[in-house]
């Protein structure tokens, strides 16, 4: 089939909404197991949900021989980030308004444009800039400093949107020659260690049914990704992307409906103004005049739990 077939559009339009859903169901979840439980106790029972199935996954690919890196030093990295992260992004999530969080996640991509310069030699020009500027300037709309308290779950969602903007650097640089089994993989074990290590100073004994909670965390993970790549093999980035901030509106109907959040209107205007500086520097780079490296559309999500698209699925004419 071709392209231009409008299935195609439909197909990619629908599993990208639902990916998007699970991935803020999975932060809803994450919010209400975090009045209860340390972020750290969380993150390690759902990680390990996650990295069995993930890993037999992974194992049972024919050309999957080993998960020896060709760039540890840049895989270890992308491991400590992506920790750092997920990390930041649980607190965050746990400590404001999913929606108040996620506005300042969404800064993601306005970092990754900065860094794009120095560590892939991306050439900005002045519009890209101007969306970068204008992105920030959401940014402290939406932390308002001087009028309102800016607070360690503040602090914890920039922390998350550093973490992930390097993280994506790391995967844009080295992607082409590790596979993406290592590149999900080790920040998979990384977690479990780390989080292990930390687990007997946190732990509190869990009720059954929020065992099964942070069971879902783990396979929902798996799920959105599973629909990520259906999105991406269906339709060129630059129409997929923009459906990553649909996770805003579910953070909105999620935080009213079981958390009683009520982010107020300085948060909708900040996150207005990052998403529409986010989308027009996704535009950009969707133009073959203006980006070589595409460092933002080489990502499927702005979430830090998530991995780089398997290779064996990119279009053709996505791959440089």
Same mark, same amino acid.
């Not at 204008?134 to 308290?149: A, H, K, M, Q, T």
């Not at 360690?152 to 390097?166: D, P, R, S």
């Not at 977690?191 to 009720?207: A, K, Q, S, T």
């Not at 990704?225 to 997929?240: D, G, K, M």
């Given at each position: 089939?071709?392209?231009?077939?409008?299935?195609?559009?439909?197909?990619?339009?629908?599993?990208?909404?639902?990916?998007?859903?699970?991935?803020?169901?999975?932060?809803?979840?994450?919010?209400?197991?975090?009045?209860?439980?340390?972020?750290?106790?969380?993150?390690?029972?759902?990680?390990?949900?996650?990295?069995?199935?993930?890993?037999?996954?992974?194992?049972?690919?024919?050309?999957?021989?080993?998960?020896?890196?060709?760039?540890?030093?840049?895989?270890?990295?992308?491991?400590?980030?992506?920790?750092?992260?997920?990390?930041?992004?649980?607190?965050?999530?746990?400590?404001?308004?999913?929606?108040?969080?996620?506005?300042?996640?969404?800064?993601?991509?306005l970092l990754v444009t900065v860094l794009s310069i120095p560590f892939l030699g991306?050439?900005?020009?002045?519009?890209?800039? *101007?969306?970068?500027?204008? &992105? $920030?300037?959401? =940014?402290?709309?939406?932390? /308002?400093?001087?009028? !309102?308290?800016? +607070?360690?779950?503040?602090?914890?969602?920039?922390?998350?949107?550093?973490?992930?903007?390097?993280?994506?650097?790391?995967?844009?640089?080295?992607?082409?020659?590790?596979r993406s089994a290592v590149l999900l993989f080790y920040p998979a074990l990384g977690?479990?260690?780390?989080?292990?290590?930390?687990?007997?100073?946190?732990?509190?004994?869990?009720?059954i049914g929020d065992l099964g909670l942070m069971a879902s965390v783990g396979f929902?993970?798996?799920?959105?990704?599973?629909?990520?790549?259906?999105?991406?093999?269906?339709?060129?980035?630059?129409?997929?992307?923009?459906?990553?901030?649909?996770?805003?509106?579910?953070?909105?109907?999620?935080?009213?409906?079981?958390?009683?959040?009520?982010?107020?209107?300085?948060?909708?205007?900040?996150?207005? *103004?990052?998403?529409?500086? &986010? $989308?027009?520097? =996704?535009?950009?780079?969707? /133009?073959?005049?203006? !980006?070589?490296? +595409?460092?933002?559309?080489?990502?499927?999500?702005?979430?830090?739990?998530?991995?780089?698209?398997?290779?064996?699925?990119?279009?053709?004419?996505?791959?440089?």
């Open positions: 089939m071709s392209q231009s077939n409008p299935n195609f559009s439909y197909v990619s339009m629908g599993a990208a909404l639902l990916a998007f859903g699970l991935f803020s169901g999975h932060d809803a979840v994450v919010k209400s197991l975090g009045m209860s439980y340390s972020i750290f106790q969380i993150i390690f029972f759902s990680g390990l949900f996650a990295f069995i199935p993930m890993t037999l996954m992974m194992t049972m690919d024919s050309k999957m021989d080993n998960f020896r890196p060709h760039h540890p030093w840049q895989v270890g990295l992308r491991t400590i980030t992506s920790l750092v992260s997920m990390a930041g992004a649980f607190y965050a999530f746990t400590k404001l308004p999913l929606a108040e969080a996620y506005a300042l996640i969404f800064a993601t991509p991306e050439v900005v020009r002045l519009q890209r800039w *101007i969306a970068v500027v204008v &992105g $920030l300037i959401g =940014v402290l709309v939406v932390l /308002r400093p001087g009028y !309102s308290e800016f +607070t360690l779950g503040h602090a914890a969602a920039l922390l998350a949107a550093c973490g992930g903007a390097i993280s994506s650097i790391i995967v844009r640089r080295i992607g082409k020659e590790e977690n479990l260690i780390v989080m292990g290590c930390v687990l007997p100073f946190v732990y509190v004994p869990v009720e929902l993970v798996i799920i959105a990704q599973l629909f990520i790549i259906v999105a991406y093999r269906n339709a060129p980035a630059v129409f997929v992307a923009p459906f990553q901030y649909s996770q805003i509106l579910w953070a909105v109907f999620y935080g009213v409906l079981f958390f009683d959040d009520t982010a107020d209107i300085w948060v909708f205007a900040g996150a207005a *103004i990052i998403i529409s500086s &986010g $989308l027009f520097v =996704v535009w950009r780079e969707s /133009r073959q005049d203006v !980006s070589s490296k +595409t460092p933002v559309l080489s990502q499927p999500n702005l979430r830090p739990d998530t991995g780089p698209r398997p290779k064996r699925l990119r279009r053709p004419k996505e791959i440089e």
